[in-house]
């Protein structure tokens, strides 16, 4: 563990994104962004297909540069250059297709590329340190030697959610982690992001479900046209978001958002 994540606390400012744009040719996918994560915070990223939430998630993962803007970063100005940087920086990113292999058990998929002692590998530090882990998480994973295979879509989500953790990153990002998971299911994975957060982690969570979005966020950060369209919380009622997410909203975020587009038009 860094010394940055020994030191933290609950509400630090761990990333900043000012007037950030990406440009692929002539379409703009993002522009002008702007966003504030803090540790321990669950920060939900909305808005309709192609409103530039993948984008964004690519280009914290270092998948994507910036074609503009500033990003900072535990009080630094940074660029990710590539997703393995991102990541040893201290940003981790769970797709949705988790991209877990199915015929090696839960060690094995926790550890998979950042193996103990790849040399001679460590497993029973490897499976003591997977135990603690899921225990921390009170992770419903009835063992650490279980193959990927038999487990149901929640305990998946749960594996690929740990395997995320193994490097402590200050920032976990999560693309749509209850998409076709059932009532139970989704409500164990809500459950893990709200004890991912209390660790003091911060959370970007990309979703489509507004009930799950309400369920754990602490923010609402609402995209549209790869722009901000407004900042909200779980106060705020269900029409104003979904107004925000269509673009029928009229609030000071979407108003400002309007003359800059006027100005560019003109």
């Given at each position: 563990?860094?010394?940055?994540?020994?030191?933290?606390?609950?509400g630090d400012l761990l990333l900043k994104?000012?007037?950030?744009?990406?440009?692929?040719?002539?379409?703009?996918?993002?522009?002008?962004?702007?966003?504030?994560?803090?540790?321990?915070?669950?920060?939900?990223?909305?808005?309709?297909?192609?409103?530039?939430?993948?984008?964004?998630?690519?280009?914290?993962?270092?998948?994507?540069?910036?074609?503009?803007?500033?990003?900072?970063?535990?009080?630094?100005?940074?660029?990710?250059?590539?997703?393995?940087?991102?990541?040893?920086m201290g940003i981790a990113t769970v797709?949705?297709?988790?991209?877990?292999?199915?015929?090696?058990?839960?060690?094995?998929?926790?550890?998979?590329?950042?193996e103990i002692s790849p040399w001679r590998?460590?497993?029973?530090?490897?499976?003591?340190?997977?135990?603690?882990?899921?225990?921390?998480?009170?992770?419903?994973?009835?063992?650490?030697?279980?193959?990927?295979?038999?487990?149901?879509?929640?305990?998946?989500?749960?594996?690929?959610?740990?395997?995320?953790?193994?490097?402590?990153?200050?920032?976990?990002?999560?693309?749509?982690?209850?998409?076709?998971?059932?009532?139970?299911?989704?409500?164990?994975?809500?459950?893990?992001?709200?004890?991912?957060?209390?660790?003091?982690?911060?959370?970007?969570?990309?979703?489509?479900?507004?009930?799950?979005?309400?369920?754990?966020?602490?923010?609402?950060?609402?995209?549209?046209?790869?722009?901000?369209?407004?900042?909200?919380?779980?106060?705020?009622?269900?029409?104003?978001?979904?107004?925000?997410?269509?673009?029928?909203?009229?609030?000071?975020?979407?108003?400002?958002?309007?003359?800059?587009?006027?100005?560019?038009?003109?």
């Amino acid at each position: 563990m860094t010394q940055t994540q020994t030191t933290r606390k609950h509400g630090d400012l761990l990333l900043k994104m000012s007037g950030v744009s990406k440009q692929f040719g002539a379409v703009t996918a993002l522009g002008d962004i702007e966003l504030e994560v803090h540790a321990g915070e669950v920060v939900a990223l909305v808005g309709d297909n192609g409103a530039g939430k993948t984008t964004l998630v690519k280009v914290l993962a270092g998948v994507h540069q910036p074609t503009s803007g500033t990003i900072e970063y535990l009080g630094e100005e940074v660029t990710f250059d590539n997703p393995r940087k991102a990541l040893e920086m201290g940003i981790a990113t769970v797709f949705q297709d988790l991209a877990l292999c199915e015929n090696l058990d839960v060690v094995a998929n926790l550890f998979l590329g950042q193996e103990i002692s790849p040399w001679r590998l460590n497993e029973v530090e490897m499976e003591v340190r997977a135990w603690k882990l899921l225990q921390e998480l009170a992770a419903r994973i009835p063992s650490v030697r279980e193959p990927i295979a038999s487990l149901s879509g929640g305990q998946r989500q749960t594996v690929a959610i740990a395997r995320s953790l193994v490097m402590e990153p200050e920032i976990i990002m999560l693309d749509e982690p209850t998409a076709a998971l059932g009532v139970a299911q989704t409500a164990e994975v809500l459950n893990l992001i709200e004890r991912v957060s209390g660790r003091g982690h911060g959370v970007i969570l990309i979703s489509h479900n507004m009930e799950d979005v309400r369920a754990v966020a602490d923010r609402i950060v609402v995209l549209r046209l790869g722009r901000n369209n407004g900042v909200f919380t779980t106060e705020n009622s269900h029409e104003e978001l979904v107004s925000a997410i269509t673009g029928a909203s009229d609030n000071s975020v979407s108003r400002r958002e309007a003359r800059k587009l006027e100005t560019t038009t003109d």
